[in-house]
């Protein structure tokens, strides 16, 4: 009997993935379009999307303020840009490692579990960051293995937190709660550089890793306080390499979703590095400092957030290939033109259109994906 009622219920997610799929080939996604402020916040009235939000903001803010530090403190250490890419290699490369098996286990367990595991691990990790920081202890070698270690972290942490929000408001304020979600993330991208590095300048760097760590209570707080559905645990009995073998085999016969996973991940390869490279580019390109960093990373925030903002302002709208089209576009030629500006304050201005080119490619094949895919596959496509 629960075998036939998954059995209907996939079926349905089918059936409206593919009316869904349908509406896109013409360029009518969804019926109700146009800018509105009201719709800006609609997500918002779902009381555990409110504790997600507001606790996410809090944690993200430190992340950024950890990200920031921790970048210009192994060049501050080194002096060396190449050292900025050892980071960004250890902490990115979990990723490709074992995120594929994050996704599994988000689709097989409690996502709420998930997460407060990983977020508690992360919160330690940026602890033991900051006491060896402030006992000046600190080695090169440290930042990196403690960014391999919060990368791992993540990569079991992201395909839950992605795919989360569908547990937290209704299907048809999805591409708002995640417009909203991006904008929470480029809130706390633009305000916790800038905080950072002038925290970095005055206090040093250990208070931004502290402050990271104590940001993190706020998020496991807001999951512990959620009132959600028991959640039941499905699984197959196939092993996890079949799940992601099924995971990838539903990604290569749908073309649609397959040319959005293609886009994702061809901006996130070839087009994220610069932010791992913002410290050395503030000191050797422009003759600044940490301050400087920070700026140079809170512009790209702010730019991103006024992308997000005039997204969920849209509400369920029209014509989202389109958008997707002008961002994915827009995103290198300012990328070159950026390359070649050496003067601080255009600098600031041309970083402030790529973060905002960069959240419209990235937010809106989100919002595809994950309303395209059905409900038992959406931790290993995000994944």
């Not at 530090?69 to 060396?80: H, K, N, P, V």
Request: proline share 3%; aromatic share 12%; charged share 15%.
């Amino acid at each position: 009997m629960a075998k036939e009622k998954l059995s209907d219920v996939n079926k349905k997610e089918i059936l409206e993935s593919n009316e869904l799929k349908a509406e896109l080939s013409k360029g009518n996604f969804v019926s109700e379009s146009g800018f509105s402020f009201r719709r800006t916040f609609t997500a918002l009235k779902y009381p555990n999307y409110r504790l997600w939000f507001w606790g996410q903001m809090v944690s993200m803010l430190g992340t950024w303020m950890q990200i920031t530090a921790q970048g210009f403190l192994i060049y501050d250490i080194t002096r060396s840009p190449a050292y900025l890419g050892y980071v960004g290699f250890a902490s990115g490369i979990p990723t490709w490692i074992f995120m594929l098996y994050g996704g599994v286990i988000a689709d097989r367990f409690s996502k709420r579990k998930v997460l407060v595991i990983t977020q508690t691990i992360m919160m330690l990790l940026a602890a033991i960051l900051a006491i060896l920081t402030f006992l000046k202890l600190v080695q090169p070698w440290h930042i990196i293995l403690l960014a391999f270690l919060l990368g791992t972290a993540n990569a079991f942490d992201a395909p839950s937190r992605i795919s989360f929000v569908n547990e937290l408001v209704d299907k048809p304020d999805l591409t708002n709660a995640i417009a909203l979600n991006a904008t929470m993330f480029n809130t706390a991208t633009a305000i916790g550089p800038a905080v950072a590095g002038l925290a970095y300048a005055f206090a040093g760097p250990a208070w931004c890793f502290t402050i990271n760590a104590v940001s993190f209570v706020g998020v496991i707080a807001a999951l512990n306080k959620m009132k959600l559905k028991e959640h039941v645990t499905v699984h197959s009995g196939k092993s996890a390499f079949f799940e992601i073998t099924e995971g990838l085999k539903y990604i290569g016969k749908d073309p649609v979703v397959r040319i959005l996973i293609l886009m994702v991940a061809s901006v996130s390869l070839f087009g994220l590095s610069f932010v791992t490279l913002l410290p050395a580019w503030s000191v050797n390109i422009l003759g600044g400092d940490s301050a400087t960093n920070g700026f140079l990373q809170s512009a790209r925030g702010a730019g991103a957030l006024a992308s997000a903002l005039f997204i969920a302002s849209l509400g369920r709208f029209n014509y989202k290939g389109k958008l997707l089209a002008i961002g994915s576009i827009t995103f290198p030629i300012l990328m070159i033109v950026f390359s070649f500006i050496h003067i601080i304050p255009i600098s600031l201005v041309i970083i402030f259109a790529l973060g905002s080119a960069l959240i419209l490619t990235m937010n809106i094949a989100n919002s595809l994906v994950q309303t395209l895919v059905p409900d038992n596959l959406r931790g290993r496509v995000m994944g």
